[in-house]
């Protein structure tokens, strides 16, 4: 039995059949496919940049609140050392009055203190004249 090497028109058949079958795979199969691929890349390209640009813009968002944020501390720094200075002087103000009035009183109270002192002295010499003179008539028994 000898085989037969030679192509004949089922060959022919067979290729124009492979062909078909090809071209209708790649037109209804393979080309759809590609589409739905090629349409996730670019989703996701497109969704990749627009992340980037989103995380561009919450960047720059951030580095312009932590700006704002170290401007708002250095204003209330400002603010706060500013109502500290102004105690301060009101504070000296009282405490400088409040002394000036103190000295004020004892210096008053110091002055009185002193008059009632000679007061009370003159008072007590002449009560004790009068005591001694009342005290010398009755031994005496006689005015003096």
């Known amino acids: 039995m000898q085989i037969n090497l030679t192509p004949d028109y089922s060959l022919l058949a067979i290729m124009v059949?492979?062909?078909l079958n090809y071209l209708i795979v790649r037109k209804f199969f393979l080309q759809p496919i590609n589409q739905v691929i090629e349409a996730r890349?670019?989703?996701v390209r497109s969704a990749n940049e627009i992340y980037e640009q989103s995380m561009l813009r919450f960047q720059e968002a951030t580095t312009q609140m932590?700006?704002?944020?170290?401007a708002a501390r250095h204003a209330a720094a400002d603010v706060r050392d500013r109502?500290?200075?102004?105690?301060?002087?009101?504070?000296?103000?009282v405490v400088t009055k409040t002394h000036d009035d103190a000295?004020?009183?004892?210096?008053e109270a110091d002055e009185?203190?002193?008059?009632?002192?000679?007061a009370a002295r003159a008072k007590i010499v002449t009560e004790s004249e009068a005591l001694a003179r009342l005290a010398a008539e009755r031994i005496l028994g006689r005015p003096v």
């Open 17 to 19: 059949i492979f062909i």
């Open 41 to 43: 890349e670019t989703e």
């Open 66 to 70: 932590e700006e704002n944020l170290h």
């Open 83 to 93: 109502f500290r200075r102004e105690a301060a002087a009101y504070r000296t103000t």
């Open 103 to 107: 000295n004020g009183i004892i210096s």
């Open 112 to 118: 009185k203190l002193t008059g009632d002192v000679a």
